[in-house]
Every structure is written in structure tokens, then in C-alpha cells.
């Protein structure tokens, strides 16, 4: 089963907990049924003001998420993952000399592939050798242009 969403993440003080109306989690699973990111993005940040906790959100959502998990997994996928990341990557200092002469580092394939993971969809496919799985796609960038390229990275869970 995929890792539960970014926005179910965070705490909520007893004080407000107390203070919860249910009417933001009906809105959730309503927008959660209907894949409405505009209804689910300001039921979200409503449920965040009201001070539910993601053990809350999800013990909520449960239900509905059981008619489609797939879709539902998709759907607060592709709204909370950030389709695109940049990052600068720098060799350590530290590291022995031969680590500095080779053209792709230990550190900098490292470094490529969690960035290139961290946007990656979670969600699992019927077929995951399919044609249509995700795939993510990275440019290695340095002071003399592009270094290095790699394309259609798939998770084959």
C-alpha cells in the first residue's frame, strides 16, 4: 500500500480538537470521490485550520479510499507530488582523491536518484512492465553544460 500523502502529516493540539466540525471531513471524502482538487486542496487546508491530525484525515477517509484505492492513491498523488525538483548536489570536501576524478561520483548518482525518487508516484500499476507506468526522467547539469542524462526510470514493485 503506498505511503500516506504529505497532507496527512502534523498534529492537532487537544484544544482545537475539541473544536472539530465534521462537515470538513464529509468535504474531504466528497472531494475525494468526485477527484476535485480544487473541492480536496480547500477541504484540506480547512481540516489543517481546524486542527485534525493525518491519523484523523485518514481514519476518516478510510471508507471511501477502500472503493478505489488506485484512484484515490493517484488522485492525492498527483495533487500533493511535485511533478518537477531541482537540486544542487556538491561534492564533499572530504572525500579521497579518487572520488573528485571519476566523471560520475558515487556522490552525485546517490544524490541524482533521491532527487529523481522524491517526485516519483507511489502508486502501483496493475502491470508494472506496461508501456504507460511512470517514469521519471533527470539532466545532469555542471559548469560545462549537461553530463549526464537519464530517462525512464520505473519502479518495477
Not at 45 to 52: D, I
Not at 56 to 79: G, H, S, W
Given at each position: 500500500?503506498?505511503s ?22 464529509a468535504?474531504?471524502r ?10 480536496w486542496?480547500?477541504?484540506v487546508g480547512?481540516a ?5 491530525n493525518?491519523e484523523?484525515?485518514?481514519?476518516a477517509?478510510?471508507?471511501t479510499?477502500k472503493e478505489?484505492p488506485v484512484?484515490?492513491?493517484?488522485f492525492?498523488?498527483?495533487?500533493h ?11 564533499p570536501?572530504d572525500?579521497?582523491?579518487w572520488?573528485?576524478q571519476?566523471?560520475?561520483s558515487?556522490?552525485?548518482?546517490q ?17 508494472p ?8 526522467h533527470?539532466?545532469v547539469?555542471s559548469?560545462n553544460?549537461?553530463?549526464?542524462k537519464?530517462t525512464?526510470?520505473a519502479?518495477r514493485?
Amino acid at each position: 500500500q503506498p505511503s500516506r500523502p504529505s497532507c496527512f502529516h502534523g498534529e492537532a493540539s487537544p484544544r482545537r480538537a475539541r473544536a472539530m466540525s465534521s462537515d470538513v471531513l464529509a468535504d474531504l471524502r466528497s472531494a475525494l470521490r468526485a477527484r476535485d482538487e480544487e473541492k480536496w486542496l480547500a477541504a484540506v487546508g480547512r481540516a489543517a485550520e481546524e486542527g485534525y491530525n493525518g491519523e484523523q484525515i485518514a481514519e476518516a477517509l478510510e471508507e471511501t479510499i477502500k472503493e478505489n484505492p488506485v484512484a484515490c492513491y493517484r488522485f492525492m498523488e498527483d495533487t500533493h507530488r511535485p511533478p518537477q525538483a531541482m537540486a544542487v548536489l556538491h561534492m564533499p570536501a572530504d572525500g579521497e582523491e579518487w572520488e573528485h576524478q571519476v566523471h560520475y561520483s558515487d556522490t552525485l548518482f546517490q544524490g541524482v536518484l533521491d532527487k529523481v525518487w522524491s517526485v516519483y508516484p507511489r502508486v502501483p500499476h496493475e502491470d508494472p512492465w506496461a508501456d504507460g507506468v511512470d517514469k521519471a526522467h533527470c539532466e545532469v547539469i555542471s559548469s560545462n553544460g549537461v553530463t549526464m542524462k537519464v530517462t525512464g526510470l520505473a519502479s518495477r514493485f
